[in-house]
């Protein structure tokens, strides 16, 4: 590995450092600027992904879509007050797609609700699609794919 | 009163417009509806009719607890047995789903049953060296798998365990029937499917279902951008019996915004300067042509056909214990549905299901209920909007479906 693909690992795995810290530090209002403008962001299961079936449990296809999602989980959507904590490891740093770069990267979250009572929420994978733009990477994807099929009562905050 | 109910238990004078919280706790209750509900004379919701497409092909589901495989035949036909070893009990299909060239076997002794259900043959049968094996009187015919009943109707497969039930079309009825028929025009393809884990018992989820009148309440989504409101024309379609239900929304405001606007104003749900950035997602066609752009349809027990605009999905609700329930959804479109079709599908499904920006709320509110409730076995609900009985109504602004729900459910169990 040259000191150029090290310093770009580094700054990948700061990236998701990032993404992790705001999802988790309820800075949700950050969450659509890791995205380009026209992305494409998904959380499925394992086995919708692997039939090829392309339901997304959240589905969005603009930065705007995920503002969108913001506003709605500040404004509209009633849910218990929770919070995660991601877990993001094994970054997998694969070929170059284009300008792009394709990313895998495993993930478990921890929601803790308000009550204090815990659960392992989700495990799975990112399979993502990165690109450099003048403030840093930006998910062209984001395709969170859970091992398991079931959702503990709702999704809300986003993965 | 159900056999073996340890506490007495006296309906309420009020009938069907009060309903005792007991029924949603109480683990007799629960056990008495699993014979009585689940395995009675109903009809539950199986697999869609083109999911199995090739001889050979199997998906195992519930019929209320009861695990059950159901296959596509060698005969073309679909088949639904108890997934459950004739010999000693064991699950004999493990996967969700899968393909079979040589019928189903049961790993622990491999009896091997053909995809009917029908016992083919048992391994050492005739012993070892002539010692063992089974006695002569022993018939492979005597011991299939328990099969169930299955019916199509409109594409959806429906199952049942019990000779009491009626031909499907009838029990579904023909207004019921018509209703699920508007949605279901083509053949359907599956887009993918989610499941949530609900920590309520599965009769607050389908009251919630057929419950008109909480829909531009709760979900302060639709309220908020004008899909649907109480003011906006619509009703709700109710069986005979109270069985089944479909509440429609026409898509335009057919009423008239200020008043509709006066009479939400005190609520909480609505929001006038809240704006979609990208609102695209809910650009939707008339693809039905009727003008009804929300329907709701439930079919009992625990059957639930949804349109929301152009997302499409079939919803079944599995009891998994008093106070836990399963709810599966499996989104469709159509065959002929073209590229633009299925993105508009996809976009909308991001209305419902366990991050739906309408439905989110729905899978929390039961176990708020749940949580609500224990001490108060003797405390009743109060259902009483619209009134005390559950014919039809052109509005949505009644609580009837939900009332028929607990007319059909309560000779079922003798309350």
Redesign the interface.
Known sequence: MDLAEISRRIEIEALYADYAACLDNDALERWPDFFTEVCHYR???A??YEAG??????????Q??L??RV??LR??????PQRYRHLISGIAIGGKNGGALDVTANFLVVRTMQDGSMSLFAAGRYVDRIQRSESGWKFAQKIAVLDS????????IPL | MPDGLQMPFKWPKEGNARVPYRVFSDPEIYKAERDRVFLGPTWQYLVLDNELPEPGDYKTTFVGETPVIVTRGEDGQIHAMVNRCAHRGNLVCLK?RGHTKDGLTCVYHAWRYDLAGNLMSVAFRRGVGGKGGMPDSFKLEEHGLRTLRTDNFAGLVFGTLSEAAPPLAEYIGNDIGGRIGRVMRGKPK??????????NNWKLYVENVKDTYHASL?H??FT?FRISRLTTAGGVAIAESGAHHASYTYGEQRGDNATSDQLYSEIHSL?ED?R??????LDSVDEIGDGITLQILSVFPNFVLQQIHNSIAVRLVLPKGPDET?LQWT?IGFEDDDAAM?ERR??Q??LV???G?VS??D??VG?FIQRAIPGADEECSVIEMGGREHAPQPTRATEASVRGFWNAWRPLMGL
């Open positions: 959380v499925t299961s086995e919708n079936l392309p339901l997304g449990i959240i589905y969005a296809t603009s705007d879509m503002r969108d506003s709605a404004e509209a959507n009633i849910y218990e099929r079931q959702i503990d009562t709702l999704l809300a | 969700q599956i887009l993918g499917t989610t499941s949530q884990i609900l920590h709760l302060t989504f908020t929001h809240y979609l950035k990208d609102p695209r997602f399963e989104y299925t996809l976009q499904a991001n299901g366990p991050a920006y989110m709320e899978g929390a176990g």
